[in-house]
């Protein structure tokens, strides 16, 4: 099956700022995307090039199976965009708002109606439908947007693009979106998201793409993307002075990655492949006596690690990092 | 064509309930007319001499007074939908530049009749007595409706140059301003000899000429045909530069 979204070299400039720099993407159909990155790493623009809304400096892409320049209209009738900011009507109600998108998507008003009531109910704003969005709290405006999305026919919807779908949202708001975002997958919709949050990218994609400075940091799945570019480790307190410097010497003399330690908080991270078996073998190496070490936590790698290794600007390698506190 | 007529009419629909639903906004952009109209007619109208009552002088003025305020709120609307990010979601449905805003300007037109009809009223009940014949009154509405038209297209191109809602406000103060100097409430002659010229062949005059000349039932002479032009004109200009600026503002 062709992807759903693919692009080739990608590039995009501002004046004399390079937004995107020659970027390849590429999205199978039917799965959840992430493009992962800090504010202004070219996220929000690769969204909008893809969405046909802005065009490309140079480079080729292809959403649906259309061209996203020569075939602009077709791309249009195969994906929704939610943008940043919620694009919907605050002086309209929620019905309102879908009616008036349904219409401009082609549909005759009786079918609009239809699929406005269809689209509230399934986004639990039928009670709300006829108030006006002014009333609404983030987390419904969000879900009215998503919806606004959808309102051409079920099915025609081929890609979904979010762009940063929950900045901005408490938690429960965006437990709720990303509920909403798992069944559109789970009917079989593509999605393409953006965020900057790791834990939504880590829960929600199969794929995820790093990018900074308009560049492909990395690219993999949320399990590749940790083992390869964050590990696990072992951070212990030492009970006094003598006990760091002990553990430190230990701890070199017994690992390939490096070791953190920060003696003013008499703290040590070591590697390890967090089983208990290598943890259990590491603290009995380390201290033998069992008098050295006063606590342990167990830090298992998170994708913030990754991101912060990638984005880095210093560019430290990675196992340098502080300790993290966990 | 057909998808953009029917897009163009959906949007305009929004316009009008977004604008029924800012129902202050509305009511001062129509009271304003009709309080300057009570200013004109009664502080300054009794010192002025047209060779008429002043209040019949004065009424046509105040109604392209009050396209000029509606006119300016299209600015308004188009910059905050350019704004908060409103068009992309039109445009990701497929929505042209050009229908985006005829929505805009056909809302402005509705909210503009209604306002014209509210001054007629308030002018019918302070005195104003037109002579007009139904033809007459035809064609000076139509003229009307083709002024409020240029301008408030015009008014929609500068809203897609303004980046905020006061800045869209602060350019479309020209289009408020151009019935002052003009024969709108006072003879050209008594202005300064300077402003002749520009007074004389500015748009305003022979609208305001035409109207006059239509609705009190004297010879307008060839006013109608030069407002009309004027119209067309700027309706060309309009439609030309928001083509040009909608892609520029869309790159």
Not at chain 1, 97 to 105: D, G, K, M, P, Q
Not at chain 1, 108 to 127: I, K, S, T
Request: with cysteine; glycine share 8%; proline share 4%.
């Amino acid at each position: 099956m062709s992807p759903a979204v693919e692009a080739t070299a990608l590039s995009k400039s501002h004046g004399s700022v390079r937004v995107l720099d020659s970027l390849d993407l590429r999205v199978a159909e039917g799965t959840v995307f992430a493009l992962l990155g800090p504010n202004g790493a070219g996220k929000t623009t690769t969204v909008r090039i893809l969405a046909t809304l802005t065009r490309p400096g140079s480079g080729h892409a292809r959403v649906a199976g259309h061209d996203i320049v020569t075939e602009r209209s077709r791309v249009r009738r195969a994906i929704s965009l939610t943008g940043q900011y919620a694009a919907v009507d605050e002086t309209q109600t929620g019905a309102e708002n879908l009616r008036t998108a349904a219409r401009l998507s082609g549909l005759p008003r009786r079918a609009a109606a239809r699929r406005a009531a269809e689209l509230l109910e399934r986004f639990r704003l039928a009670e709300a439908g006829d108030r006006l969005v002014r009333t609404y709290s983030g987390g419904m405006r969000r879900r009215l947007d998503l919806a606004a999305g959808l309102v051409r026919d079920p099915g025609t919807t081929r890609v979904m693009f979010l762009d940063e779908p929950t900045t901005g949202l408490d938690p429960r708001s965006r437990q709720e979106l990303w509920d909403a975002v798992r069944e559109l997958s789970a009917a079989g919709t593509t999605v393409f998201l953006t965020t900057q949050y790791l834990e939504e990218a880590d829960r929600l994609a199969d794929d995820i793409t790093v990018l900074g400075a308009g560049r492909t940091l990395a690219t993999g799945t949320p399990a590749a993307l940790k083992s390869r570019y964050a590990e696990h480790r072992l951070d212990l307190v030492a009970r006094d002075r003598e006990a760091h410097l002990r553990l430190t010497s230990a701890a070199s003399a017994v690992t390939t990655g490096s070791v953190t330690a920060t003696p003013d908080a008499l703290s040590l991270g070591v590697p390890t492949d967090g089983s208990a078996a290598h943890v259990r073998a590491l603290l009995d190496v380390l201290d033998p006596e069992r008098r050295d070490v006063d606590r342990f936590t167990l830090h298992t790698a998170t994708l913030d690690d990754v991101f912060l290794a990638l984005t880095d600007t210093t560019a430290l390698p990675v196992n340098d990092k502080e300790p993290s506190r966990v | 064509m057909s998808d953009a007529l029917s897009s163009a009419t959906v949007l305009a629909g929004r316009g009008i309930r977004i604008s029924r639903r800012n129902l202050d906004a509305v009511i001062t952009s129509m009271m304003l007319p009709i309080m300057l109209m009570l200013v004109f007619v009664y502080f300054f109208g009794g010192a002025i001499d047209t060779g008429t009552r002043y209040v019949t002088y004065v009424v046509p003025g105040v109604l392209v007074l009050c396209a000029g305020f509606g006119a300016a709120s299209t600015a308004v609307s188009v910059s905050e939908d350019m704004r908060l990010g409103v068009v992309d979601r039109f445009r990701t449905l497929d929505v042209g530049g050009t229908p985006f805003l005829a929505g805009h300007v056909a809302a402005t037109v509705t909210r503009n009749a209604l306002s014209t009809a509210l001054v007629l009223g308030a002018a019918f009940a302070i005195g104003f007595r037109p002579a007009g014949t139904a033809a007459g009154w035809l064609a000076a509405i139509g003229l009307l409706l083709a002024w409020i038209t240029a301008v408030s297209w015009l008014s929609a191109a500068l809203g897609l140059v303004t980046r905020t809602a006061e800045a869209a406000g602060a350019v479309t103060f020209f289009m408020m301003f151009l019935p002052y100097p003009s024969s709108a409430f006072v003879p050209i002659e008594t202005m300064p000899s300077w402003l002749h010229g520009f007074a004389e062949h500015q748009p305003v005059t022979p609208l305001i000429e035409s109207m006059r000349g239509l609705l009190l039932d004297r010879p307008a002479g060839d006013a109608p045909w030069i407002a009309l032009a004027w119209c067309a004109g700027l309706l060309t200009v309009a439609l030309a530069a928001s083509g040009c600026l909608f892609r520029f503002r869309t790159r």
